[in-house]
């Protein structure tokens, strides 16, 4: 009874990884000049979004605490 289980699990791994191949064929990837802009797209905009909640979003925050407290 054991082995039946066993196998039973092994074909769902195979047949996982079997489809799991097979989407990946599928996919359309980017040209190595294609991932490099989209990765400079990334960066700016993490950077911009990091500086804009670094510093506009947790100043207002700050300042809305301290009149709240009346610091």
Not at 8 to 13: F, L, M, S, T, V
Not at 14 to 31: D, H, N
Not at 56 to 71: C, E, I, K, Q, S
């Amino acid at each position: 009874m054991a082995i039946k289980r066993a196998s039973k699990k092994q074909n769902r791994i195979q047949r996982f990884t079997r489809e799991t191949v097979g989407e990946l064929k599928k996919v359309s990837w980017p040209t190595p000049k294609e991932a490099r802009h989209l990765t400079g797209i990334v960066i700016v905009v993490v950077v911009i979004m990091a500086f804009y909640l670094g510093i506009v979003v947790d100043g207002l925050a700050g300042r809305l605490l301290n009149l709240m407290l009346g610091v």
